[in-house]
Antibody, heavy 118, light 110 residues
Framework: QVQLVQSGAEVKKPGASVKISCKAS????????IYWVRQAPGQSLEWMGW????????KYSQKFQGRVTITRDTSANIAYMELSSLRSEDRAMYYC???????????WGQGTLVTVSS | QSVLTQPPSVSGAPGQRVTISCTGN?????????IHWHQQLPGTAPKLLIY???NRPSGVPDRFSGSKSGTSASLAISPLQAEDEAVYYC??????????FGGGTKLTVL
């Protein structure tokens, strides 16, 4: 079955970077894109960017452009999302999701909680 | 401020029908971009409920249905069950903003 398993919770200081992994299993990794979405406490979902199927083209939300880097390791079926220059407002649950037709996300990872605190 | 607008909350008794609206504009729902719905139970990751405005993934009960008209979409749940208590998000694509979500609607089962 399709599974996306994310790395564990992180605690970072302001100004630091965080890199979250998303390991995929149960399907051919390169046939689907991976989306990254975050959710601040009590807030809605917010798209950060994606890496496409096939050649792995990358698109970032304008809000995070310059601070976020999405990569993947096709040999290990892992996608990564790195967010830099962390501030307190970046405290959130970060999710990866498998992208399918029509920009839908059909499977979600379990989430990774990032806390930013001095 | 979300690009897609949803009511913050709706409620209904078991067995009733509830609908959740999602309003966009001509650069997202009003175009050819598809609309999807996700269900988020308390303390869990979202789960795809409806894709392509009306299609249910395998395993989603047919109590859940979706529709679209113009620049709006709706999710209907009938008959309502206690386990449907969750937050529901609509999702689409926007010419300017990329992938967009609604603000979420908390469904309370009375």
């Amino acid at each position: 079955q399709v599974q996306l398993v994310q790395s564990g919770a992180e605690v970072k200081k302001p100004g630091a970077s965080v890199k979250i992994s998303c390991k995929a299993s149960g399907y051919t990794f390169t046939r689907y894109g991976i989306y990254w979405v975050r959710q601040a406490p009590g807030q809605s979902l917010e798209w950060m960017g994606w890496i496409s199927a096939g050649p792995g083209n990358i698109k970032y939300s304008q809000k995070f452009q310059g601070r976020v880097t999405i990569t993947r390791d096709t040999s290990a079926n892992i996608a990564y999302m790195e967010l830099s220059s962390l501030r307190s407002e970046d405290r959130a649950m970060y999710y990866c999701g498998r992208g399918v037709q029509g920009y839908a996300i059909d499977y979600w990872g379990q989430g990774t909680l990032v806390t930013v605190s001095s | 401020q979300s690009v897609l607008t949803q009511p913050p909350s709706v409620s209904g008794a078991p067995g009733q029908r509830v609908t959740i609206s999602c309003t966009g504009n001509s650069s997202n729902i009003g175009t050819t971009y598809e609309i999807h719905w996700h269900q988020q139970l308390p303390g869990t990751a979202p789960k795809l409920l409806i894709y392509g405005y009306k299609n249910r993934p395998s395993g989603v009960p047919d109590r859940f249905s979706g529709s679209k008209s113009g620049t709006s979409a709706s999710l209907a749940i009938s008959p309502l069950q206690a386990e449907d208590e969750a937050v529901y998000y609509c999702q689409s694509y926007d010419d300017s903003a990329g992938v967009v979500f609604g603000g979420g609607t908390k469904l309370t089962v009375l």
